[in-house]
T-cell receptor, first 112, second 116 residues
Framework: GENVEQHPSTLSVQEGDSAVIKCTYSDSASNYFPWYKQELGKGPQLIID?????GEKKDQRIAVTLNKTAKHFSLHITETQPEDSAVYFC???????????FGSGTRLSIRP | EAGVAQSPRYKIIEKRQSVAFWCNPISGHATLYWYQQILGQGPKLLIQFQNNGVVDDSQLPKDRFSAERLKGVDSTLKIQPAKLEDSAVYLCASSTPSGTGGYEQYFGPGTRLTVT
C-alpha cells in the first residue's frame, strides 16, 4: 500500500529565512498531495495542495513542488514568521480510494 | 460556513471503561473520516463513511472500537473497553469530491483521550 516518508522531523529556522520540508511517496499512481498545518490543541488545517498534473503551486509565502519521476514533493515557506511555528504534515492519496496517507510530521520552530 | 464540530474536547477514563466521541461534519459533506493521532505521529485512518455506509474500516480494531453514522450526517465513535494504548487524539474530518479527483479533507479540533 501507499507509504509516505517525511523529513526532517524537526526544523528550526531564523525568522525571515526559508523553510523546506520534503516528502516521498511509494505509489506512482497517487495523484493528490495535500499539506496540513497543525497548531497545538487544534486539528490539522489544509494549507495547500497539488495534483499530479501540476509541477508547482504557489500561494503567497507558501509553495509546493512535485517531482513525479522521483516520487517526491516539497513544501517551501519563504519569509518565515513566528506564526508559522507548528507541526506540518504531508499526505498522499491512495489510488482508487478517496483517502490519504499522512507523513510523520515536521515540527517547525521559528527563532526570533 | 461552520467547520467540523467534535465533542467532547477532552476525556479522561480508566482502562476497561467505555467512551464515545461525537462528530458533526461540514454541511453537505458526504464523506466522513475518523482518525487516531498518537502523540508525535501523523493521523491514522480508523474508518471512512460515505453517507451512512462504511467505505473502509480495515484499520479499525473491531474487537473494541465501533462507529456509526446512522442518518448520513453525525457520527459517533466508541471504544469499549479502553486500553492504555488508546490514549490519543481522535480526529474527525469530512470531505466532498472535487472536480479534479482530489478529496480535500477538513478536520475538527479533535478529542484528546487519556486512559489511565
Amino acid at each position: 500500500g501507499e507509504n509516505v516518508e517525511q523529513h526532517p522531523s524537526t526544523l528550526s529556522v531564523q525568522e525571515g529565512d526559508s523553510a523546506v520540508i520534503k516528502c516521498t511517496y511509494s505509489d506512482s499512481a497517487s495523484n493528490y498531495f495535500p499539506w496540513y498545518k497543525q497548531e497545538l490543541g487544534k486539528g490539522p488545517q489544509l494549507i495547500i495542495d497539488i495534483r499530479s498534473n501540476v509541477g508547482e503551486k504557489k500561494d503567497q509565502r507558501i509553495a509546493v513542488t512535485l517531482n513525479k519521476t522521483a516520487k517526491h514533493f516539497s513544501l517551501h515557506i519563504t519569509e518565515t514568521q513566528p506564526e508559522d511555528s507548528a507541526v506540518y504534515f504531508c499526505a498522499a492519496s491512495v489510488p482508487g480510494a478517496s483517502k490519504i496517507i499522512f507523513g510523520s510530521g515536521t515540527r517547525l520552530s521559528i527563532r526570533p | 460556513e461552520a467547520g467540523v464540530a467534535q465533542s467532547p474536547r477532552y476525556k479522561i477514563i480508566e482502562k476497561r471503561q467505555s467512551v464515545a466521541f461525537w462528530c458533526n461534519p461540514i454541511s453537505g459533506h458526504a464523506t466522513l473520516y475518523w482518525y487516531q493521532q498518537i502523540l508525535g505521529q501523523g493521523p491514522k485512518l480508523l474508518i471512512q463513511f460515505q453517507n451512512n455506509g462504511v467505505v473502509d474500516d480495515s484499520q479499525l480494531p473491531k474487537d473494541r472500537f465501533s462507529a456509526e453514522r446512522l442518518k448520513g450526517v453525525d457520527s459517533t465513535l466508541k471504544i469499549q473497553p479502553a486500553k492504555l494504548e488508546d490514549s490519543a487524539v481522535y480526529l474527525c474530518a469530512s470531505s466532498t469530491p472535487s472536480g479534479t479527483g482530489g478529496y480535500e479533507q477538513y478536520f475538527g479540533p479533535g478529542t484528546r483521550l487519556t486512559v489511565t
